[in-house]
């Protein structure tokens, strides 16, 4: 069965956040640590992947970016914090499994 996954990048700690989706986690994090994808990730250099869900179905993830999409910044930071307090880079922990 496939995997999705809603994740969340940040330039920082606390820095500027971007909330998305995809089938291929690694893939799409190393598409905009590279610079790969034009925008705004790539405009306010946010790299660091600091959280992540995943889902077998496309629909629940795609809900749940909308619906993190539209929370107050607080409550997005209290949902990383949740998870990673540190706010450390969580890509590298995906390369080695």
Do not use: C
Request: zero cysteines; aromatic letters at 14%; glycine letters at 6%.
């Amino acid at each position: 069965m496939k995997e999705y996954y809603l994740y969340i990048l940040a330039s920082k700690k606390h820095g500027v956040l971007y909330i998305g989706v995809t089938n291929d986690l690694i893939r799409r994090v190393q598409e905009h640590r590279e610079g790969k994808i034009a925008g705004f990730t790539k405009k306010y250099f946010v790299k660091k992947l600091v959280y992540f869900e995943s889902s077998n179905y496309i629909e629940d993830v795609i809900e749940a970016e909308k619906r993190i999409k539209s929370w107050k910044r607080q409550w997005k930071v209290n949902l990383i914090e949740q998870e990673n307090p540190e706010w450390n880079d969580l890509y590298h922990g995906l390369l080695e499994n």
